[in-house]
């Protein structure tokens, strides 16, 4: 995903974090926008001040048409957001979950087949070594 710092802004899909400092900008800019009927907010997600971090609210919203109010409103570049964001979770990359118990252990008994089968090979070699010294 990519800022979008084109201006005027075009018409698109775009995702923004909306902190203390933007929210009256983003409150006028919206609203007059979405009375206009050139923007759509889709989505709004508020987040409680957490480690630091100063609440906010995650918009998900559209525009019809280039937008010259937004740089006029002096809100930050938005991110662009394709159709696969509905959500704040879809915008950050996580990594992928721990593995279970289940898992873990299959995971294991996997390493101990292979272990089994790879002692059970060089076994075969051996008895078969065996015998071809032993007709020798």
């Not at 006028?28 to 997600?45: H, L």
């Not at 971090?53 to 991110?79: K, M, Q």
Request: zero cysteines; a negative charge; aromatic letters at 6%.
């Amino acid at each position: 995903m990519a800022l979008e710092r084109r201006r005027p802004l075009p018409a698109g899909r775009y995702w923004l974090d909306v902190f203390p400092k933007n929210a009256i900008a983003w409150g006028a800019w919206s609203e007059a926008m979405t009375k206009m009927g050139s923007a759509t907010v889709e989505v709004t997600q508020h987040f409680e001040a957490v480690d630091g971090a100063p609440a906010h609210d995650f918009v998900i919203f559209s525009t019809s048409s280039p937008n010259v109010a937004w740089e006029a409103a002096g809100l930050p570049s938005p991110t662009i957001a394709p159709a696969t964001v509905t959500t704040s979770d879809d915008t950050v990359d996580k990594p992928p979950p721990e593995p279970g118990l289940l898992d873990k252990l299959s995971s294991h008994a996997e390493g101990i087949a292979t272990g089994a089968k790879v002692s059970l090979g060089i076994a075969v070699v051996v008895v078969i070594a065996a015998i071809a010294l032993k007709r020798k």
